[in-house]
């Protein structure tokens, strides 16, 4: 008999499923109009081609930089919050899709009642005990499909956290690598300060020998002196650059400050850069720049939101039932006659709410449009970046040619300047200033070596170069 009562409702049931549809806008990726090609001519290492979706770091020909860049992906302390935020979204998006099954509750309860005596029922039945136990089970029809548009919403920001991590895995790679290169860049400075200083010592001698026999005076040796204590002094500065690049490198890794392999403390020179690098169109960046693509992502899900609204405006229909026992004693309360069931479809329609599901829809409708204009400023923005690390790494190889040119000439100037005052064909003044250009020239050059290799890391970052698994994996781990 009890089993006939579900049977009568089949046909009804098989209706609405049948009529099963999903409203809201269907989500269509917006179509960006780009330039065909980088405003930057291909000269000085940038090249026409597909850019390349690998590791850059492991280009650099420097086994210690890959190292590091390894180690901090796997323990770089923003990397491990990004991963816990990927968790997060990966939790509510089963919350979302949870609402497509139905819901089973467990319920017990047990109620003594005294009725009153002066009334019919507390004459005859002046006290009860009511024991019961059972299952109730809802499920609401996904008829409009608002379950299947939360799902799709919670899928797109899975998406999208997914792609910040990438992201951030990518920024952590260039951020070892910029503070890798300052290291080894003051490093090599502080290096040049120290040959330079012991050059002008030895001067200063020179000069001292010949104020003591009666050659020079007293004026050359002050000057002689004021420039080594300059050169000096300089020390300290480049010493604090060090540490705080190695300090950095240690935070980047998820160290304490000063916890670093030991082989970063014996200086080295500069990674080695690859020849060319192929740059690609700026189409590519919405393809391979993971926060264009979080970015996109994020607009699908506004879009699919709109949905979950739509779907509010339709009846809701819900399947329930119920299965127990209840008795008024405890004694017979799973015997056959006590058993309690229950089954039907209810409907529910909001038919007026003062114009609050309309201004939701409005809302999130505009959420949407300004998701759409964030995505279309992040791909303007990624072009930009791509385009200004490009100018500079070529200009600034420029720069580094030519002061590369002009230490040349400023080390053939000392030798002149010395070997000319030495036989008194020239003042002291030139020997000086000679010295402090080709103090000043060769450090130059040697931060404009690490501004190309910075440049490069630039343009690399820019494009979004790394590949998505290897980066995303890495972190995980």
Not at 362 to 382: D, F, K, M, P, R
Request: hydrophobic share 45%; net charge negative.
């Amino acid at each position: 008999m009890k089993r006939t009562l579900i049977g009568r409702h089949l046909p009804w049931l098989a209706l609405l499923g049948a009529a099963c549809t999903t409203v809201g806008p269907d989500y269509v990726a917006p179509e960006l109009q780009l330039p065909d090609t980088w405003s930057q001519p291909r000269e000085a290492g940038l090249a026409d081609g597909a850019a390349e979706d690998l590791a850059w770091w492991q280009r650099c020909d420097d086994p210690l930089l890959t190292q590091l860049v390894d180690l901090a992906l796997r323990q770089n302390l923003d990397l491990r919050a990004g991963l816990v935020r990927l968790q997060a979204a990966r939790a509510l998006r089963g919350v979302a899709a949870a609402g497509a099954w139905p819901t089973l509750d467990a319920r017990g309860a047990y109620e003594h009642r005294e009725e009153s005596l002066n009334t019919p029922f507390g004459a005859f039945i002046p006290s009860t005990e009511i024991h019961s136990v059972g299952f109730d089970a809802a499920w609401e029809l996904d008829l409009w499909g608002r379950v299947r548009r939360s799902v799709e919403a919670a899928d797109r920001d899975l998406d999208a956290s997914a792609l910040d991590v990438h992201a951030a895995a990518l920024s952590v790679a260039a951020e070892v690598a910029r503070a890798y290169v300052d290291l080894r860049a003051a490093q090599r400075r502080l290096q040049l300060a120290n040959e330079n200083l012991q050059l002008q010592q030895r001067t200063l001698e020179l000069v001292r020998a010949r104020q003591a026999a009666g050659l020079v005076r007293e004026r050359d040796v002050a000057q002689a002196s004021t420039n080594v204590e300059t050169t000096r002094s300089r020390l300290p500065q480049l010493q604090a650059a060090t540490s705080a690049a190695s300090n950095r490198i240690a935070v980047l890794l998820g160290r304490a400050p000063g916890d670093l392999p030991v082989e970063l403390g014996d200086g080295g020179a500069l990674p080695h850069l690859p020849a060319t690098v192929a740059v690609g169109t700026p189409v590519d960046l919405l393809r391979r720049r993971p926060d264009v693509r979080a970015a996109e992502r994020r607009l699908a899900a506004e879009v699919a939101r709109i949905g979950v609204a739509e779907a509010d405006r339709y009846p809701r229909f819900t399947l329930s039932g119920t299965f127990g026992f209840a008795s008024d004693g405890g004694k017979h309360l799973l015997d056959g006659d006590s058993q309690v069931v229950g089954f039907g479809p209810s409907v529910r329609w909001n038919l007026f709410d003062g114009g609050r599901l309309k201004n939701r829809i409005a809302s999130l409708q505009a959420s949407a449009e300004a998701a759409q204009i964030a995505y279309e400023q992040t791909v303007l923005l990624a072009i930009e970046e791509a385009e200004n690390a490009m100018t500079r790494f070529v200009r600034e190889q420029a720069r580094r040619d030519a002061l590369e040119r002009a230490a040349t000439e400023a080390r053939r100037a000392v030798t002149l300047a010395q070997a000319q005052y030495s036989e008194g064909l020239s003042d002291f003044q030139t020997v000086l200033d000679s010295e402090r250009i080709v103090a000043t020239i060769e450090d130059d050059l040697a931060s404009s070596d690490a501004t190309v290799a910075t440049e490069l890391i630039a343009v690399f970052k820019a494009l979004g170069g790394g590949d998505e698994p290897v980066a995303v994996t890495a972190a995980a781990r």
